[in-house]
């Protein structure tokens, strides 16, 4: 009966004054708002990269240049004694047993041209097996063949986007030529393919981009080869043909190229769970740092609500002097304060949470002038961290004006104006 009594009182209380608990409670629902919102899309970033590596295809092994490694646990050598990864690197994995698939990647930024239009894009240099390994679908004619590669065609295929963007849609894109422009290089190529839409994947968007053989990257491009004139490519794709070879065959790769690089460990050779676990890893640690900035505003509307309650005790001095005169005890007076701050706090929350998973929603897809769409996750998690801390929030900077105000003397609260 008691606490239904200080709740009654302390609504009534709050609202006398109207403007000033709303504004004191401002603080609280940006706070709350903020970190529901920022974490859902920290939980977006990471649901979007869990998409992308999956959607790169199934038992799969990355192969990708690294900082140099003694073998032998000595000192590491220096860049200009790497051996890159090649396309004889590639050539030798087909001969492990459990790959059913090796296709080799070179990535390059460039400017395409078709017909009257011109798009930014990413250049693809790769092979026929490109297709198998990334387990790609066309909306319109055939990826190019290994005879492409062999003869260093002058065939490209476009990306879903960048077919929409040059010629309106993929099946006006097929025999058209097109000019790639990397850097001072251009090429003049024929559009033998376009693949079906794909969105994102490894965190790059795929519909924007072209895809042309890896061989005539190489002789059209001459910062492709390295000073001993090796064909070099940025990543090996190996795919194994069972998910129970996936492990043995990593091994088998890793043992291949640590002999073929002359005990050099130039080289990493990972599993989609291993891009998985570093991708979560960064993401997880993004989201935590976007909570910890926007619990930042939650602690200021705290300092906040401290200071509004402090002013309403110096305000109602003589009110706390009658309510002791007449036999209040130092616990009543406290109680009614700490329920005053925590009635804000959680109206504030309560709001603030509404407010947070609206805006979640609101962002949800999208752009913001990207090629990406942002995406948000709103977690139960999240929502009851908010709200929890904002709960603590109030009664932790309640209680010291509460307990400033149960220590008065109720002879000199009395005597005040």
Request: charged content about 15%.
């Amino acid at each position: 009966m008691i606490v239904l009594t200080t709740i009654r009182n302390a609504v009534l209380q709050l609202g006398t004054n109207k403007l000033r608990t709303a504004l004191t409670m401002l603080g609280i629902v940006i706070g709350v708002g903020a970190v529901i919102a920022l974490m859902a899309a920290g939980q977006g970033a990471r649901k979007d990269v869990t998409e992308s590596v999956q959607g790169l295809g199934s038992n799969l092994l990355f192969v990708r240049p690294e900082a140099p490694q003694s073998g032998s646990g000595g000192a590491a050598t220096s860049f200009s004694d790497v051996t890159s990864l090649n396309v004889e690197d590639a050539e030798a994995m087909r001969e492990i047993v459990g790959v059913e698939a090796v296709s080799v990647r070179s990535t390059l930024p460039g400017q395409v041209i078709g017909g009257d239009q011109n798009v930014s894009t990413l250049i693809i240099g790769t092979d026929d097996e490109h297709q198998t390994v990334r387990s790609k679908e066309m909306a319109a004619g055939s990826f190019f063949t290994a005879d492409d590669v062999d003869r260093k065609g002058l065939v490209a295929v476009l990306g879903w986007q960048v077919a929409l963007s040059l010629f309106g849609s993929a099946d006006a894109a097929l025999g058209q030529n097109v000019r790639v422009n990397v850097g001072p290089a251009n090429i003049n190529l024929t559009v033998v393919g376009v693949l079906a839409e794909l969105g994102s994947s490894d965190g790059n968007n795929e519909d924007d981009q072209v895809y042309v053989p890896v061989t005539t990257m190489q002789a059209r491009i001459p910062f492709l080869r390295d000073p001993r004139g090796g064909q070099n490519v940025q990543e090996i794709t190996v795919k194994v043909a069972s998910s129970k070879q996936l492990e043995a065959t990593q091994q088998a790769i890793f043992s291949l190229m640590f002999g073929r690089h002359e005990g050099v460990e130039d080289f990493s050779v990972k599993t989609q769970n291993d891009l998985l676990s570093t991708a979560n890893q960064v993401t997880q640690t993004l989201t935590i740092l976007l909570g910890a900035i926007a619990g930042i505003s939650l602690v200021v509307g705290g300092i906040g609500i401290m200071n509004i309650m402090l002013v309403s005790v110096a305000e109602r001095t003589r009110e706390i002097g009658i309510l002791k005169a007449i036999g209040a005890k130092r616990r009543d007076i406290m109680l009614q304060f700490v329920v005053e701050s925590l009635m804000v706090t959680i109206a504030g929350g309560l709001i603030g949470v509404a407010a947070g998973v609206l805006a979640a929603r609101i962002v949800d897809g999208q752009t913001f002038g990207s090629s990406d769409p942002v995406q948000t996750v709103v977690t139960p998690v999240s929502v009851v961290i908010a709200f929890g801390v904002s709960g603590l929030i109030g009664l932790f900077f309640g209680v010291y004006p509460a307990f400033t105000a149960s220590r008065l003397d109720p002879v000199i609260a009395l005597r005040s104006e």
